[in-house]
Nanobody, 115 residues
Framework: QVQLVESGGGLVQAGGSLRLSCAASGIIFSSNAMAWYRQAPGKQRRLVAAITSGGSTNYADSVKGRFTISRDNAKNTVYLQMNSLNPEDTAVYYC?????????WGKGTLVTVSS
């Protein structure tokens, strides 16, 4: 079955950086678009960044210029490099993909940015 496992979250000071990883299994990774979403306390889950199978990317306006999504098809892993973090980036970050018309999610990794 499809499994997505996130890692790399933690506590960081404002202005700092983190790199999230999402290891995927159960899919033909190189053929799948992948995405990162985040959900802050009391708020809806929202798209942060996405990358197509061909490597095209798109970002939420709030993270453009600070976050970079990338993928390593040899490792079945998608990354989210997060720079210049601020407290508004505090959230649980989820990895997402779609397979056969269904959405799949990881369990999430918590990112906390202190001021």
């Amino acid at each position: 079955q499809v499994q997505l496992v996130e890692s790399g979250g933690g506590l960081v000071q404002a202005g700092g950086s983190l790199r999230l990883s999402c290891a995927a299994s159960g899919i033909i990774f190189s053929s799948n678009a992948m995405a990162w979403y985040r959900q802050a306390p009391g708020k809806q889950r929202r798209l942060v960044a996405a990358i197509t199978s061909g490597g095209s990317t798109n970002y939420a306006d709030s993270v453009k210029g600070r976050f970079t999504i990338s993928r390593d098809n040899a490792k079945n892993t998608v990354y989210l490099q997060m720079n210049s973090l601020n407290p508004e980036d505090t959230a649980v970050y989820y990895c997402n993909t779609k397979s056969r018309g269904r959405d799949y999610w990881g369990k999430g990794t918590l990112v906390t940015v202190s001021s």
